[in-house]
């Protein structure tokens, strides 16, 4: 069981390119989240996932795609690189909200993170 | 690996001791609260967690204590170790699944 995996670790642009980081998880769960974390910062949300088909915007959608065609992965989509984008990446999956049962079915599990510096 | 908050607030407690981490939340209405430990070059792991109809809860080495009416969130380590240094976030949510995060502390453990 990999748990929450992430390709690449690292990457450098050029402003105006374009890329698509990877995430993938095999506990299947239902949610999936994108968050970007800058220096000295917590964690933004950019898009989340409940579901295969279903994706949502969070707190920092702009420049940024997702598609989710599978339960497993859930790839982040950059289009058009800015130097704004500089950040790390990291994508996380839970089950789906518990209500009143085990809060511990509720939390996110995030992979190693991915690097991306835009030049 | 990669180096996680350049400028964030830093505690620094002798090994042995206890630490106690603070953070204050934003909304009034947040329900379920965590705590994340993130290493340096590594993404967040999961250390301890709360709802709102709680106001401690205790795990191994850890207690999260909550005060809903200062909105108000710590993490007690107990005989901090060096293996305990780190990034710790506190983390809040609404709606059970999309989780707010704060900017973090760094504890440094002196051997």
């Known amino acids: 069981n990999a748990g929450v995996t992430q390709t690449p670790k690292f990457r450098i642009l050029k402003i105006g390119q374009s890329m698509t980081l990877q995430c993938a998880q095999d506990?299947?769960?239902?949610?999936m989240y994108w968050y970007r974390q800058d220096p000295g910062m917590g964690l933004k949300l950019i898009y989340y996932?409940?579901?295969?088909?279903?994706?949502d915007k969070g707190e920092v959608p702009n420049g940024y795609n997702v598609s989710r065609s599978t339960t497993e992965d859930f790839p982040l989509r950059l289009e058009l690189a800015a130097p704004s984008q500089t950040s790390v990446y990291f994508c996380?999956?839970?089950?789906?909200?518990?209500?009143?049962?085990?809060?511990?079915?509720?939390?996110?599990?995030f992979g190693p993170g991915t690097r991306l510096t835009v030049l | 690996g990669e180096s996680v908050g350049l400028h964030l607030p830093t505690l620094s407690v002798q090994e042995g001791d206890n630490s106690i981490i603070n953070c204050a939340y934003s909304?009034?209405?947040?329900?379920?609260f965590i705590w994340y430990k993130q290493e340096s070059g590594k993404g967040p792991q999961f250390i301890i967690d709360?709802?709102?109809?709680?106001d401690k809860r205790q795990g191994q080495r850890v207690t999260v204590l909550l005060n809903k009416t200062v909105k108000h969130l710590s993490l007690q380590i107990a005989a901090t170790q060096p293996g305990d240094s780190a990034v710790y976030f506190c983390?809040?949510?609404?709606?059970?699944?999309?989780?707010?995060f704060g900017s973090g502390t760094r504890l440094l453990v002196r051997p």
């Open positions: 996380a999956s839970s089950y789906p909200p518990s209500g009143g049962l085990q809060t511990s079915t509720d939390t996110q599990y």
């Open positions: 983390a809040e949510s609404y709606s059970s699944y999309k989780l707010i």
């Open positions: 709360i709802r709102s109809n709680m």
């Open positions: 506990m299947n769960h239902n949610y």
């Open positions: 909304n009034s209405a947040s329900d379920y």
């Open positions: 996932s409940v579901g295969a088909g279903i994706t």
